[in-house]
């Protein structure tokens, strides 16, 4: 946010030191413009991958305008609501990095809209997260496992949600960040006693 995020990415900065690893920020919608246009321009400078969310979800124009004034790529994340609001940022030229989070556009339906939308227009997506269970998960990882998602996923194995051994299906990440992509069905995935302890019957 304003005021305190040019500290927050030399700290970053510095723990990234001697890595390949890219930086990304993520605004969360805190910045107006013009109003925080230095705060904005110290970002620009700080050499980071993109920035995601600058402005409110709804300013669209504003993404657009702010994206051609700054050399650093902008992503969308909560303005990415629809396959409908992606072709707007089209037509206006907006922000070409996307965060798709599954969940929070209403299921893979819609992120199959908005993946073709991309496609078309040649946007830059990521697969984000929620807090999701297992099975929510493996839509994301879906997801991520595409094409046109070249930038890093923040999937993660559910158990810093849920605890661990608490979920009905295991996800693991290797040491080096990496997450298999299922090639079964979800529920041949399902551990039976888990699944069984966290259902029912009615």
Not at 6 to 18: C, D, I, K, N, T
Not at 25 to 43: F, S
Request: proline residues 6%.
């Amino acid at each position: 946010a304003p005021g305190w995020d040019e500290v927050a990415v030399r700290a970053a900065r510095a723990g990234l030191a001697g890595t390949d690893l890219p930086l990304t920020v993520d605004a969360n919608g805190a910045y107006q413009w013009p109003a925080d246009d230095r705060a904005l321009r110290a970002l620009d400078a700080a050499g980071l991958l993109y920035i995601e969310q600058p402005l409110a979800p709804d300013e669209l124009v504003g993404h657009a305008r702010l994206a051609q004034a700054l050399e650093t790529p902008l992503c969308l994340d909560e303005t990415l609501r629809d396959a409908g609001i992606a072709r707007q940022i089209v037509a206006l030229e907006g922000p070409m990095v996307w965060n798709i989070k599954v969940h929070r556009i209403g299921g893979l339906a819609e992120a199959c809209r908005i993946y073709r939308v991309a496609v078309e227009c040649g946007a830059r997506l990521w697969a984000g997260t929620m807090p999701e269970s297992g099975i929510g998960s493996q839509a994301g990882i879906a997801v991520a496992a595409l094409p046109a998602c070249v930038y890093p996923s923040d999937l993660e194995p559910s158990a810093r949600w849920f605890g661990r051994g608490s979920d009905v299906v295991k996800l693991t990440m290797s040491k080096d960040g990496r997450m298999g992509v299922p090639g079964v069905a979800v529920a041949r995935l399902l551990d039976p006693g888990r699944f069984r302890a966290a259902t029912r019957t009615l």
